[in-house]
Structures are given as C-alpha cells and as structure tokens.
C-alpha cells in the first residue's frame, strides 16, 4: 500500500491538491462545520482520487472509480496519464466494470481514450456482453455508438442472446436495431431459445417480429418449444405455437416437448400441448411415451388431469 507522501508525489497537480487541502481546511476550522463541508465539498474529486491512490495503484484507482460511476474522478485519472485499458487485480477492466454496473457516462469517457489508444476493439466485447446481460441499454447504445461490433462475443455468448436470456427488452431492442444477428448461437442456443428458457414473452415476440427462427434447434435437438415446455413457460408456449413451432418435433433422444412437460409436471402446459393437438402416444428412442415419463417421475396425476381437459 502506498503512503500519502508516495501519492503527493506522483504529479505535481496531486501535490498542490494535497497542500492546498490542508492549508484550506485547517483555515476553515475558524469559521465552523459549514466551511469545512464547503472546503470538503468544492474538493471532492481530488480527496477521492487522493484517498484511491493511497490504497491502491494507479491502474486500480481507475478501475475501482470506474466501478463506482465517478465520473469526475475517471476523467481526472486519465487526464493524468493513467491507461484506460487498467484492469484490477482480478483481471478486471475500468470498461467492463464500468458497462456492468451501468454506468453509461464513464463507458462514454472510457471509450474515447480506448478509440484514441488504438485499444477499443480488444476491451469492449466483454463490455458489450455484460451490459447486454444486465440489461444496461444506454451503456449498449454508448458502446455501440462507438462503433463496438454488434457480433463481438466475450466467452462464446453473443450480446444479443445474453440480453435475451436476462428478459431485457430494452437491450434486445436496441441490439436489433444495431442489426444484431437475429439467429447466433452462444453455447449452442439462439436468442430465442434463450428467451424460451425464461419465459420472457415480450422478448419471444421481439425476436419472433424480427423473423427469429422458431425451429431453430440447439445442439441437441431442442426447439424453443421444448426449451419453455420443460421450463413450465405455458405463455410461452402459447406464443410459439402460435408463431408456428410444431408440435411433435422432438430433440436428438426423441423427447418432444409434452414429453418435458409431463416429466416435469407441468400441467398447464401440458393442456396447452395437448389441445393444440400435441400427440400423447409418440414415443422417443428409449420407448417411452409421454404418461410413461409422468409415471416414471412421479407426475401421472399431473398428466392426467392435463388430459381430462380435452374432455
């Protein structure tokens, strides 16, 4: 840890921040509480940065101001030389912090000295996807604005999807109109699929008026359809099935979704499946039927009150 001389001594800006300070605190103490909140107030920004750079070095001063959204103090920081492309000791960057917690006034400052130091490209995929998956749309229109590639993926996952796996309709909005690509997979799943595995509706409905795929498997097999069956999502279903997913498709075991459904217990969108005209004698690779996976997880009950609908 450094100590407060190391810091005064690091620029001679920081210097007179730290003698003009004192000198004007201890002046105040003759005029009362009020000037010493005033002199404390009017030098806010230098007696954070003073008090990061104390404790931590430079480049984590910046991330943790970042973190934090202050944004006097990130500007302050970089004006001083500090690299924008600082990341803390965990390996995490000012950028990715920043765009995380949302913080879109900071993501906007960072980005311009990321653009002017030829590093932008390298630090925003990260940035981008955790803004997605948090749902921060003005740090993705601020990232995007600085013209981040709307297809830069962070870890295999897509901005768009992860914006659709955390129900964010803002963000998935302001990602399609960025023309994100409507059908990219990240491990394995399309937006809608991710979308189908929550139960977002209104997001199932943007990524469908947008022509997503509602056919589009993952890497077993499995259709949105069967994504929000086995997820108990019967509005869910209700939407895809009236966007046209078929009702019998199965994934790469031969489960359909009435199949998930019915080993899940979920009886309502078993209803649903069964009076769209879901077929309950189709039987997948091992041989089992859908009632025979209700019995098998202890969900008959469930099953047949589900068939009891249809009389």
């Known amino acids: 840890m450094k100590g407060i001389g190391d810091v005064c001594s690091c620029t001679l800006s920081i210097e007179r921040w730290s003698d003009q300070l004192i000198f004007q605190l201890l002046c105040s103490c003759n005029f009362g509480s009020r000037a010493q909140n005033d002199v404390w107030k009017l030098h806010e920004v230098q007696c954070f940065v003073l008090f990061l750079m104390a404790e931590f070095s430079d480049a984590e001063a910046l991330v943790r101001a970042s973190h934090v959204g202050h944004e006097a103090a990130v500007r302050l920081l970089l004006g001083q030389g500090v690299s924008p492309c600082a990341v803390d000791t965990e390996g995490r960057?000012?950028?990715?912090?920043?765009?995380?917690?949302?913080?879109?006034?900071?993501?906007?400052?960072?980005?311009?000295?990321?653009?002017?130091?030829g590093a932008f490209e390298s630090e925003c995929?990260?940035?981008?996807?955790?803004?997605?998956?948090?749902?921060?749309?003005?740090v993705v229109r601020e990232l995007l604005g600085a013209r981040a590639d709307v297809e830069s993926r962070s870890d295999g996952l897509h901005p768009l999807a992860?914006?659709?796996?955390?129900?964010?309709?803002?963000?998935?909005?302001?990602?399609?109109?960025?023309?994100?690509?409507?059908?990219?997979?990240?491990?394995?799943?399309?937006?809608?699929?991710?979308?189908?595995?929550?139960?977002?509706?209104?997001?199932?409905l943007l990524l469908?008026?947008?022509?997503?795929?509602?056919?589009?498997?993952?890497?077993d097999?499995?259709?949105p359809l069967i994504w929000a069956a086995a997820g108990g999502h019967d509005a869910a279903?209700?939407?895809?099935?009236q966007a046209g997913a078929s009702l019998n498709v199965g994934d790469h075991?031969?489960?359909?979704?009435?199949?998930?459904?019915?080993?899940?217990?979920?009886?309502?969108?078993?209803k649903a499946l069964l009076v769209a005209g879901a077929d309950a004698e189709v039987r997948d690779c091992n041989g089992m039927s859908p009632q025979?996976?209700?019995?098998?997880?202890?969900?008959?009950?469930?099953?047949l009150r589900a068939q009891a609908a249809l009389n």
Do not use: Y
Request: glycine letters at 6%; charged letters at 15%.
């Open 237 to 241: 279903v209700a939407v895809l099935l």
């Open 125 to 138: 995929p990260s940035a981008l996807v955790l803004a997605s998956s948090h749902g921060r749309k003005e």
């Open 162 to 204: 992860a914006a659709a796996a955390g129900n964010h309709f803002a963000t998935v909005s302001a990602l399609l109109s960025a023309n994100a690509s409507i059908n990219a997979t990240s491990d394995s799943a399309t937006p809608l699929l991710w979308a189908a595995s929550s139960g977002c509706n209104r997001v199932l």
């Open 292 to 303: 025979e996976w209700a019995v098998a997880e202890r969900q008959e009950e469930a099953f």
């Open 253 to 270: 075991s031969g489960r359909t979704a009435l199949s998930w459904a019915a080993s899940h217990g979920h009886e309502a969108v078993m």
């Open 208 to 219: 469908i008026g947008a022509r997503a795929d509602v056919q589009c498997p993952d890497e």
């Open 221 to 223: 097999g499995g259709t």
């Open 93 to 117: 960057s000012a950028l990715s912090l920043a765009s995380k917690a949302g913080h879109s006034a900071v993501v906007r400052l960072l980005a311009e000295h990321l653009v002017r130091a």
